[in-house]
């Protein structure tokens, strides 16, 4: 399975991005798809968790800015995220088999190249 991840780039507090993660190698419906960020102070943060069936669960930070879409056709995995804020400059990730926002099935998880977000004016 890969992923890639696109559509960072800098923005001003309060702007808006969209990025994409775009799925090879399985059946779009085989894994719940995830977006975690990395900093070099936090770590790994995990942003968002899509289960197959669809439903989406967010971290607390980013409830009611950041929303997640998909197409699956395509087999794309969106991430809308509106209301930028410094605090949410990190390089982003999607990845496979997230339980979770933050907890993932470790014999089944993919991820790819990450994107990077700046958030600042």
């Known amino acids: 399975v890969q992923l890639q991840a696109s559509g960072g780039g800098l923005v001003q507090p309060g702007g808006s991005l969209r990025l994409s993660c775009v799925i090879s190698?399985?059946?779009?419906?085989?894994?719940?798809i995830g977006w975690f960020r990395r900093t070099p102070d936090e770590g790994r943060e995990g942003v968002s968790c899509?289960?197959?069936?669809?439903?989406?669960a967010y971290r607390d930070s980013v409830k009611g800015r950041f929303t997640v879409s998909t197409d699956s056709t395509k087999k794309i995995v969106y991430l809308q995220m509106n209301e930028l804020k410094p605090d949410d400059t990190a390089v982003y990730h999607c990845?496979?088999?997230?339980?979770?926002?933050?907890?993932?099935?470790?014999?089944?998880?993919?991820w790819g190249l990450g994107t990077q977000v700046t958030v600042s004016s």
């Open positions: 190698g399985s059946t779009f419906d085989d894994y719940s």
């Open positions: 899509t289960d197959t069936d669809g439903s989406t």
């Open positions: 990845a496979t088999a997230c339980r979770s926002v933050d907890t993932w099935d470790v014999d089944r998880f993919y």
